[in-house]
């Protein structure tokens, strides 16, 4: 397969050289094209036209039963030892492969559309001195493109200019890492002063120096300069790039601020121009897409390992079968010779030969190709099961379930790991300003006349805030007192609220009067900002040297002197500002633990009443911040000021210089009070990630976001309790020092334990060619959580500590891996696929979780608001996270159940029929004779048996939904492939042949000698044949009946109008009308209706039914009272009790804890520097409005709600 992908590779022009080092110059086409880099198209389809058949089918002969089929087909068109009609084998054959190949196809139409809709997208590219709409896919490396806001990105580009004050760029890149807050990207000045100037960007080329002049209002003279950059090669590094622009004989270094990626939105940026730098695959988003690979369940493996297997027993049956013909011909073959003369040239050895590959013909149907076909139609009618399921649909974004893969149901019911994505995945990307301490009063919650809490939910009464005409209409509150304690004039809680609304580096712009849009580089500071907004304290507007805001209806104008910025180690942030009196303040809010260390000591008593609450907060999960202020001298802030410039100028340590003046100014605070702000989880989160760990699932948290946010949900999600025994955070910048820190987790966890992991070696697949792997779980004792950082998880992922990382991870209840890459997110699936040999899920919303999704069994995209991406690579989708507990516990568990019952049945059944054939060959002479009538050997699979156990398969369950709910370790069996396995296999073959040699022997004896009722003789070939097949039939019928659990109308219909539709047929077959029209098709005149007359056969079925059904009760009975399972205990207790009811809706228990879920700092520094920067607010002409469509998810994003926008339709 490789060979034939490395052709069509070629063909499409494919490097095949690895590339060292990127060098291009911007608008030099002929120059660019000369490397032959990847133009911006993109494909993530497997066939085309041409491809499809050859590849197509290539791809289905792999499948060993197919290959097998063929073979048979083949065998059956010689006519010497063709023992069945041709037409049995083909018919089926060119079936399942049509049925097969359709669904392929309809899928690579489905990826070359949405190849098609993302390459015909349109972007203003620089031709030949003019901007030229062109398609996506004809974009090239070096070309200059224009984007405009909240256009896509098309390419990996080098940011040239923009319409923004200092060459800034507003991007959204949720796409890539699910952070929602938007970024800042700068050009460099050089580049940023050609602006939006047409021929100045035109000559921006990689030649010489030369003049250009062009005309506008009046003559100017404009120089060209020339542009070449040297670079890494393409990569999947997200947060990193090297480079050098050289700009007429000048270097200019080149990072990851310079670059805008594709797969991120252009915000708030009316327009903006780059230079391609990697087009297509060779972007970063594309690097980390991972590697669509052709999903299999491990039903499936198994069924190939078996299938072989059976192939070995079918190989030695003929084989002893042929020795006894051989036997057989030489000492009774040669009295028949007179009569039954042999082929001219056929002796005894050639006749042993061909009756080898007539026994492979009649005892094919251990391997019957109905057995694919079968569960392909019942993993199909799973499938719409859970497109029909009206529990997964989610009637706000008018969203169901959707099954996008039909040929995985089964391993839904198998799951032991899942990976989850965080933001939009568990949480909604909705920030909240929830509830507050003001001069220690709780603020936010709703009490009961008992003084009990009230759980707030849609229909709770909201506070007005009509009064506030400059109030944000999406912001919700319930606490009615809070306002009315602000109207009244309390001194405190309007201080509270003006910190608030001073105290941050948030941009407004409100391009009509009244409408502002905030646009914070951290979403809970806009949260912040409009709860001062709603409360009267509104922030209007800023300069680099003032601030504005309107205070109960009142405009007040702020000098702003100082911003404190914020970052990882600071944990706070600070303003100075002089109010219109003159008054100078010192506000400050940051970490509770930052500022109580800096408060007065006056505050000591408010700071334990604030502890109590934030106490409280933290148990709700909440992301708490703590306030305070100080008002500061005129003559000391001076000196200080001078101190401040002196640092901020100089050379050298000027961070530690800063830090020591922002040390002394910000101590003796005073406390106001603490905020506590939602990161709303989905619905039903907690709840799910508690049933899915009672059903033995591991839930791994892979998130791109930062470790405080992500621990935060953690605690949210009551994945990190207070009660776990420890929580490690590896967050180490060495390979030496993440490996001491895994190690040191480990052995605290299991001290005893030893130093190198349990490994066994095995050897699995097809022909048993694959090497396994497994790393066996330590003992733990308690429960423990392990938090990483993508920094430290490079080197955990590297091959010496790769099996450190996953031993000490998977004696964790918990794990969070945070600031990880798309890529990072793949390999730890693939490293606990590797060494686990356990089923894997993956689930998220964005395109940074393509790569997890393609590289686990199963992915699971949930259709969210950071695009399609997700939904497009994976096999399930839906709305909401909690889907995800209806998916597995009920439709996985289900699904599994009824493909195992399929399997055992099929097996039995089969293998009950071809043993009857394999007795019957020592009374025939070792002929190749068939027991049965030919036309019951074509029909027994295709109708006689194929709808009753298509019926159990697409409608048995043990028990229903709501038990499934209620007992979540009813799914344990799934994951440890208790239901069908080798063992159970081997034990089908054991039953089947004990019920053979009943339907054989019992038959035979019962028959031997016998006589009807009038003296005639009944005891020929075709009456025990007709005897033979009806016991069989009957037999497997009833054993369907006992694997039964869950009877409907349809099942009886299937069951009854089978074996109805046998004696029809049969009646019908045997009929002289039929051997008068076709006399040498239908031999058997008469026969069914001289013997079932016979009180003796009917008496003889009833006997071979009761034989082989009695112990199989027998067995299940004595099973169930000394081993019962889990399935066993809750189906007796069914019987007993009655239908739990749904779980009521009970408000959440008040939960204390002592740890802070931290305000989320961001890694980099905030807008402090740019918002006192002089040039922050130049003057620029006008322009029109961003939002022109006011329906738009962005125009309506209000501050409240901080979601990612969801892709919009193409407006061109």
């Known amino acids: 397969m490789g060979s034939v992908e490395s052709y069509f590779g070629r ?25 032959n880099y990847a133009n911006n198209a993109i494909k993530t389809s497997k066939y085309n036209i041409f491809t499809f058949l050859p590849l197509n089918l290539f791809e289905q002969f792999r499948r060993l039963a197919n290959s097998y089929f063929l073979f048979l087909f083949v065998l059956q068109l010689i006519p010497q030892i063709a023992s069945l009609s041709w037409f049995t084998t083909a018919v089926p054959l060119i079936l399942v492969l049509s049925i097969t190949a ?96 047409i021929p100045a960007l035109a000559s921006f080329k990689g030649d010489n120096f030369n003049e250009v002049f062009y005309e506008s209002d009046k003559s100017e003279k404009c120089f060209s300069i020339s542009g070449e950059v040297r670079c890494e090669p393409p990569n999947n590094r997200l947060d990193k790039f090297k480079g050098t622009l050289t700009v007429d004989g000048q270097t200019y270094s080149l990072d990851n601020d310079k670059v805008l990626l594709r797969g991120c939105t252009l915000r708030n940026t009316e327009w903006c121009f780059g230079l391609v730098i990697f087009g297509g695959p060779d972007t970063k988003l594309m690097q980390n897409s991972g590697k669509t690979t052709f ?14 297997c059976i192939f070995g027993f079918l190989a030695t049956m003929c084989s002893v079968l042929t020795i006894g013909n051989a036997i057989w011909e030489i000492k009774e073959g040669s009295v028949f010779t007179v009569f039954l003369p042999r082929e001219p040239g056929v002796d005894a050895p050639l006749s042993s030969f061909l009756t080898f590959w007539s026994y492979v013909i009649v005892l094919n149907t251990v391997v019957p190709i109905s057995l694919y076909v079968s569960v392909e139609i019942i993993r199909l009618g799973n ?104 109207r009244e004039g309390n001194l405190e809680a309007q201080a509270f609220f ?86 100078l303040t010192l506000y400050c809010k940051g970490a509770d633990t930052i500022i109580y260390e800096r408060l007065h000591t006056s505050c000591n008593k408010l700071m334990g009443i604030t502890t109590g609450h934030l106490n409280e907060y933290a148990g709700d999960g909440l992301r708490t911040l703590v306030l305070a202020y100080k008002d500061l001298d005129e003559s000391y802030l001076k000196e200080w000021m001078q101190r401040h410039h002196v640092a901020s100028t100089a050379m050298d340590e000027r961070d530690e210089k800063l830090d020591e003046l922002y040390e002394e100014i910000e101590k003796d605070l005073l406390l106001l009070g603490a905020t506590a702000v939602e990161d709303k989880l989905q619905d039903g989160v907690p709840q799910t990630i508690e049933q899915l760990a009672k059903a033995g699932i591991k839930i791994w948290v892979l998130t791109g976001d930062k470790q405080e946010t992500a621990e935060n949900i953690g605690y949210s999600c009551n994945m990190l309790r207070e009660e776990m025994k420890d929580i490690f955070a590896v967050s180490a910048n060495t390979a030496e020092e993440v490996k001491k820190e895994l190690v040191c987790a480990r052995r605290k966890m299991c001290p005893e334990g030893a130093d190198a992991p349990t490994v066994t070696k095995a050897r699995a697949g097809l022909f048993w060619l694959e090497k396994t792997e497994t790393v066996h779980d330590d003992k733990v004792d308690g429960e423990y959580a392990l938090v990483i950082n993508g920094h430290s998880l490079a080197f955990a992922l590297e091959k010496d500590l790769e099996l450190e990382l996953l031993r000490t991870a998977c004696m964790c209840q918990t794990v969070i891996c945070c600031r990880v890459t798309p890529l990072q997110k793949a390999q730890v699936v693939q490293l606990v696929k590797k060494y686990k040999q356990a089923v894997t899920l993956a689930i998220g ?14 992915g699971v995209g949930i259709s969210g608001q950071e695009g399609m991406q997700a939904v497009l690579s994976s096999d399930f989708s839906f709305a909401q996270f909690r889907y995800l507990q209806r998916l597995l516990l009920v439709h996985g568990r289900w699904s599994y159940l009824r493909m195992c019952k399929f399997l055992q049945y099929f097996f039995y059944k089969n293998f009950t029929f071809t043993f009857v054939h394999f007795w019957y060959a020592f009374f025939c002479g070792f002929s190749a004779q068939t027991v049965y009538d030919e036309w019951f050997i074509t029909l027994y699979n295709l109708v006689y048996t194929a709808l009753p156990v298509l019926g159990m398969s697409l409608f048995d369950q043990d028990v229903n939904d709501r038990w499934s709910f209620q007992y979540p370790q009813l799914y344990s069996p799934g994951p440890l492939n208790i239901y069908f396995n080798k063992k159970v296999f081997v034990r089908c073959m054991i039953h089947s042949c004990y019920s053979s040699l009943i339907l054989f022997f019992i038959p035979w004896a019962a028959m031997h000698d016998t006589v009807r009722d009038d003296g005639k003789d009944i005891a020929d070939y075709q009456s025990f044949a007709l005897l033979a097949q009806t016991c069989l039939l009957v037999v497997v019928s009833i054993q369907l009946c006992l694997d039964t659990h869950y009877w409907t109308a349809v099942n009886q219909f299937f069951v009854w109008g089978s ?71 809750v189906r007796h207790k069914l019987h007993k009790e009655a239908l739990p009811a749904p779980a009521p809706r009970r408000p959440p228990v008040r939960r204390i804890s002592t740890r802070r879920s931290g305000y989320a700092f961001s ?50």
């Open 11 to 35: 063909l499409c022009g494919q490097q095949q050289n690895k590339e060292e080092e990127r060098l291009l110059r911007a608008n030099d086409r002929p120059f660019n094209l000369s490397y």
């Open 102 to 197: 359709v669904k392929d196809a309809t899928d690579d139409i489905n990826r070359h559309k949405s190849d098609n809709q993302v390459n015909n997208r349109k972007v203003n590219v620089l031709i030949d001195g003019e901007l030229q709409s062109e398609k996506w896919m004809n974009v090239q490396v070096g070309d200059v493109i224009k984007l405009e806001n909240n256009q896509f990105v098309t390419a990996d580009l080098l940011l040239l200019s923009s319409s923004e004050p200092l060459n800034l760029v507003y991007v959204e890149t949720a796409e890539l890492d699910g952070e929602t807050n938007l970024k800042v990207k700068q050009a460099l000045t050089l580049t940023g002063e050609m602006g939006d100037t």
């Open 295 to 308: 999903k299999r369940t491990s039903v499936d493996h198994l069924m190939n390992v078996l299938v072989l």
């Open 383 to 486: 499938s719409f099961y859970i497109d029909w399921d009206r529990k997964m649909y989610y009637p706000k974004s008018d969203t169901p379930a959707q099954a996008r893969t039909t040929t995985l149901n089964e391993e839904l019911g198998q799951i032991k790991y899942i990976f989850s994505d965080k933001t939009g995945t568990l949480t909604q990307n909705i920030m909240a300003f929830n509830k507050c301490s003001i001069n220690g009063k709780n603020y936010g919650e709703l009490l009961d006349f008992a003084g009990q809490r009230m759980e707030i939910t849609e229909k709770t009464p909201r506070v007005d805030f009509s009064w506030n005409q400059l109030a944000d209409p999406k912001f919700i509150f319930h606490d009615r007192s809070l306002a009315d304690t602000i």
């Open 498 to 583: 003006r910190l608030l609304a001073l105290c941050h580096t948030v941009m407004p712009e409100e391009k009509k009067e009244g409408e502002l849009y905030y646009q914070a580089q951290s979403p809970d500071e806009g949260a912040l900002v409009t709860a001062a907004r709603n409360f009267g304290f509104v922030f209007r507007s800023r300069t680099p040297e003032t601030i504005t805001v309107v205070e109960m209806g009142e405009q007040v104008v702020y000098d702003l002197l100082a911003v404190l910025d914020f970052n990882n180690v600071r944990k706070r942030m600070s303003v100075i500002v002089r109010n219109p009196e003159g008054k």
């Open 845 to 858: 919303d964005g395109a940074n979780d393509v790569s997890m999704i393609k590289a686990a069994h199963i």
């Open 1059 to 1129: 074996l109805a539709a046998y004696f029809a047929t049969t009646f019908t077959m045997y009929s002289n009308g039929m051997f008068l029209i076709f006399t040498s098709t239908f031999p058997f005149i008469g026969t069914a209706r001289n013997s079932l007359n016979q009180p003796n056969v009917w008496l003889l079925i009833l006997l071979t039914t009761l034989l082989c059904s009695l112990p199989v009760v027998a067995f299940r009975f004595i099973v169930i009272q000394l081993r019962p399972t889990v399935n066993d205990k």
């Open 1163 to 1212: 890694h980099a520094k905030g807008y402090g520097d740019l918002v006192t920067s002089g040039r922050f607010l130049r003057p620029r002409k006008n322009r029109p409005a961003l939002f022109r469509q006011t329906d738009s998810p962005l125009a309506q994003n209000q501050p409240q709600y901080y979601r990612t926008t969801t892709e919009e339709s193409e407006q061109h």
